[in-house]
């Protein structure tokens, strides 16, 4: 079993700035990658950011320069994002990538979300 706790939304205006965590615990043998994902009302889950544990990271073109992913370390990870626009508002989801054993398969694992609203 894997849990993730999200933590870091809230309310900001346009042009602020919030950090998000995402902590995993559990079962974990090793991770594969980390990422978050949003969602806003009525529009589908997208990715925002991963990174990968050899530390390559992708991210969604409309939050690339302002958003940041990293590892704090190989179970935490953080989303910086400034210069917030209204469009960012969603629920963010961490998604851990991982595996309990060395022979089993790597399984996507989400938080509950954390909300981020970003005023005008």
């Known amino acids: 079993q894997v849990q993730l706790v999200e933590s870091g939304g809230g309310l900001v205006q346009a042009g602020g700035s919030l950090r998000l965590s995402c902590a995993a615990s559990?079962?974990?043998?090793?991770?594969?990658?980390m990422g978050w994902y949003r969602q806003a009302p009525g529009k589908q889950r997208e990715l925002v950011a991963t990174?990968?544990?050899?530390?390559?990271v992708n991210y969604a073109d409309s939050v690339k320069g302002r958003f940041t992913i990293s590892r704090e370390n190989a179970k935490t990870v953080y989303l910086q994002m400034n210069s917030l626009k209204p469009e960012d508002t969603a629920i963010y989801y961490c998604?851990?990538?991982?595996?309990?054993?060395?022979?089993?398969?790597?399984?996507?694992?989400w938080g509950q979300g954390t909300q981020v609203t970003v005023s005008s």
């Open positions: 990174i990968t544990g050899g530390g390559s």
């Open positions: 998604r851990c990538d991982s595996r309990s054993g060395s022979l089993m398969p790597y399984r996507p694992y």
């Open positions: 559990g079962t974990i043998f090793s991770i594969n990658a």
